[in-house]
């Protein structure tokens, strides 16, 4: 299993963002993805989920309205826009899939929101 993330980097406030996560090693189709984002002595929280087919999503409070989760599952990825972006969203962001019993987790992708 192998999760690669990119599309991080450095963005002014109210900038956007779109991240990628390209997946193998696993029938993508079959499960559900998520975002998870851990910022400086934060602990890891999840920002948004997506169902195996796309028709179901949802996202932590904070990022509602202005965060869409998506995915291509012909192109085995998952992918995470982000608008009007904030301060606050600053953190190293990852790609997430639980099988088999256990969780696997990207290696992240920075993002910095900052003037």
């Known amino acids: 299993v192998q999760l690669v993330e990119s599309g991080g980097g450095l963005v002014q406030p109210g900038g956007s963002l779109r991240l990628s996560c390209i997946a193998s090693?696993?029938?993508?189709?079959?499960?559900?993805m998520s975002w998870y984002r851990q910022a400086p002595g934060k602990e890891r929280e999840l920002v948004a989920s997506i169902s195996r087919d796309g028709g179901s999503t949802n996202a932590v409070d904070s990022v509602k309205g202005r965060f869409t989760i998506s995915r291509d599952n012909a192109k085995n990825t998952v992918y995470l826009q982000m608008n009007s972006l904030k301060p606050e969203d600053t953190a190293v962001y990852y790609c997430?899939?639980?099988?088999?019993?256990?969780?696997?987790w990207g290696q992240g992708t920075q993002v910095t929101v900052s003037s």
């Open positions: 997430y899939v639980h099988l088999l019993s256990r969780p696997y």
């Open positions: 090693g696993f029938t993508f189709s079959n499960y559900r």
